[in-house]
């Protein structure tokens, strides 16, 4: 009778669990569903370390509230030669560290072997600081090969266009440096600076521009290719190999193509104004997401001077350029109060209809702030992505927590559609706190 009487009891409870434990799960089906397409990012501590330095203001509050939320990839963090702060650059093990973190666009910086195939390095001859090839058979055929007898490191010069796809795939990847006072090519390959590491280049595996593109559509990310110029001191030319510029910016395009990528998920990027022009013309698909890498900084553009602006930004509009990508610096300026505000040239920029995206974050050492000195002249000096924190009255950038300062003007004043940076957990962190997807 009592055991009868404890199980007419339980059945109540019984059947709230049962029903309880059916609306939990499928509560998780629903909600690992509406993130099917979203795959996680692990930002890991480094922006809640910059947030922390931050001071107390709203930009610090905002950010803190996000620390426990889940954070998703996101087309505003692009992932600048994969995560190259801590990672060999343009190595799968580095575009992977970057997608984890978020990267939801990843670059590959294209460049060209011997016998024509495209591969990802960020220049044509920088084999010698970011691989191993010095120390292997292929260094005779460099450009300019390692010396033993006569140790020359500030003239070596090792080109991907002076070995062939097979030779290239035989090298390791390696943090990009090399030392400057080196007498043996051991030490050559040391270098790197006290504020990277060198903890994840025990591998380091070389990617073609056809292995990039098969790796960032496993792991769902989009694409954002840089052709690179030519280096004029190099043994091979493109005109050797390819014929014309026009046919190795068409080669480029030609391997998304084949791989079945949609021109809507490839950003394809160029210093050279006429590669964009030449797929405006040819490839009009591609070209509507082509980004003009603005380069004009080394020809004495004015970020505050939009006389200095040739093309302007209305003639680059008027010739199909859609999206225009300078470095940090060229779109802010530094107000006497010390506000952090749009360039001229961003301004111009807005108003002439192109959409901005910039480069790179987190590729300089500004724990001790911005500034560099000043120079013969007197004249304020700071960090190359900085420059624009020169103003006499007051230093805005102290520390390297005043990167998300930054980020926040480029993301909110500014309206930049996506930033590039080094380590992209950085800006993914900021993304997703500010619902930018």
């Given at each position: 009778?009592?055991?009868?009487?404890?199980?007419?009891?339980?059945?109540?409870?019984?059947?709230?669990?049962?029903?309880?434990?059916?609306?939990?799960?499928?509560?998780?089906?629903?909600?690992?569903?509406?993130?099917?397409?979203?795959?996680?990012?692990?930002?890991?501590?480094?922006?809640?370390?910059?947030?922390?330095?931050?001071?107390?203001?709203?930009?610090?509050?905002?950010?803190?509230?996000?620390?426990?939320?889940?954070?998703?990839?996101?087309?505003?963090?692009?992932?600048?030669?994969?995560?190259?702060?801590?990672?060999?650059?343009?190595?799968?093990?580095?575009?992977?560290?970057?997608?984890?973190?978020?990267?939801?666009?990843?670059?590959?910086?294209?460049?060209?072997?011997?016998?024509?195939?495209?591969?990802?390095?960020?220049?044509?001859?920088?084999?010698?600081?970011?691989?191993?090839?010095?120390?292997?058979?292929?260094?005779?055929?460099?450009?300019?090969?390692?010396?033993?007898?006569?140790?020359?490191?500030?003239?070596?010069?090792?080109?991907?266009?002076?070995?062939?796809?097979?030779?290239?795939?035989?090298?390791?990847?390696?943090?990009?440096?090399?030392?400057?006072?080196?007498?043996?090519?051991?030490?050559?390959?040391?270098?790197?600076?006290?504020?990277?590491?060198?903890?994840?280049?025990?591998?380091?595996?070389?990617?073609?521009?056809?292995?990039?593109?098969?790796?960032?559509?496993?792991?769902?990310?989009?694409?954002?290719?840089?052709?690179?110029?030519?280096?004029?001191?190099?043994?091979?030319?493109?005109?050797?190999?390819?014929?014309?510029?026009?046919?190795?910016?068409?080669?480029?395009?030609?391997?998304?193509?084949?791989?079945?990528?949609?021109?809507?998920?490839?950003?394809?990027?160029?210093?050279?104004?006429?590669?964009?022009?030449?797929?405006?013309?040819?490839?009009?698909?591609?070209?509507?997401?082509?980004?003009?890498?603005?380069?004009?900084?080394?020809?004495?553009?004015?970020?505050?001077?939009?006389?200095?602006?040739?093309?302007?930004?209305?003639?680059?509009?008027?010739?199909?350029?859609?999206?225009?990508?300078?470095?940090?610096?060229?779109?802010?300026?530094?107000?006497?109060?010390?506000?952090?505000?749009?360039?001229?040239?961003?301004?111009?920029?807005?108003?002439?209809?192109?959409?901005?995206?910039?480069?790179?974050?987190?590729?300089?050492?500004?724990?001790?702030?911005?500034?560099?000195?000043?120079?013969?002249?007197?004249?304020?000096?700071?960090?190359?992505?900085?420059?624009?924190?020169?103003?006499?009255?007051?230093?805005?950038?102290?520390?390297?927590?005043?990167?998300?300062?930054?980020?926040?003007?480029?993301?909110?004043?500014?309206?930049?559609?996506?930033?590039?940076?080094?380590?992209?957990?950085t800006v993914t962190y900021y993304a997703n706190c500010m619902n930018l997807r």
């Amino acid at each position: 009778m009592r055991t009868t009487k404890i199980l007419v009891n339980l059945i109540p409870l019984l059947l709230v669990g049962f029903f309880s434990n059916a609306a939990v799960s499928e509560a998780n089906r629903e909600f690992n569903k509406s993130f099917k397409f979203k795959p996680t990012a692990q930002v890991g501590a480094r922006p809640q370390f910059l947030i922390d330095g931050l001071p107390n203001g709203k930009l610090k509050r905002t950010l803190q509230r996000c620390e426990n939320r889940r954070f998703v990839k996101t087309d505003f963090s692009i992932g600048h030669r994969g995560a190259p702060a801590q990672f060999p650059e343009h190595t799968k093990e580095s575009y992977q560290a970057a997608a984890t973190m978020g990267a939801g666009i990843l670059e590959c910086d294209v460049t060209f072997t011997s016998d024509g195939e495209l591969v990802c390095r960020h220049d044509q001859c920088d084999l010698h600081t970011t691989t191993n090839i010095i120390t292997t058979d292929l260094n005779n055929q460099c450009t300019v090969p390692w010396n033993a007898d006569a140790p020359n490191p500030g003239s070596v010069k090792c080109c991907a266009s002076d070995i062939t796809l097979a030779q290239f795939k035989t090298l390791q990847g390696k943090m990009d440096s090399f030392d400057p006072n080196a007498t043996t090519a051991e030490e050559f390959l040391g270098g790197v600076a006290d504020w990277r590491t060198e903890y994840y280049d025990s591998r380091g595996q070389l990617m073609t521009h056809k292995e990039s593109i098969a790796l960032f559509k496993k792991l769902g990310r989009k694409f954002t290719p840089e052709l690179k110029g030519p280096d004029r001191d190099a043994n091979l030319q493109i005109e050797d190999v390819f014929g014309s510029q026009e046919n190795y910016a068409q080669k480029m395009i030609d391997e998304y193509r084949e791989a079945g990528v949609s021109p809507r998920k490839v950003f394809p990027q160029s210093f050279n104004l006429n590669d964009i022009l030449y797929w405006i013309e040819n490839e009009p698909r591609f070209a509507k997401q082509a980004v003009f890498l603005d380069g004009r900084y080394a020809t004495g553009i004015d970020p505050n001077n939009a006389e200095t602006f040739s093309p302007s930004m209305e003639e680059l509009v008027s010739q199909g350029v859609e999206i225009i990508a300078p470095p940090i610096f060229m779109l802010l300026a530094v107000e006497d109060n010390g506000d952090i505000v749009p360039s001229v040239y961003a301004k111009e920029a807005k108003a002439a209809g192109l959409e901005i995206i910039t480069w790179s974050l987190e590729r300089s050492d500004i724990r001790q702030g911005s500034r560099t000195g000043v120079d013969g002249n007197g004249n304020i000096t700071a960090d190359f992505y900085y420059q624009f924190d020169v103003n006499p009255e007051i230093q805005t950038v102290n520390n390297d927590s005043d990167m998300y300062t930054v980020v926040d003007v480029l993301a909110q004043d500014v309206g930049v559609i996506g930033i590039f940076s080094d380590w992209p957990a950085t800006v993914t962190y900021y993304a997703n706190c500010m619902n930018l997807r």
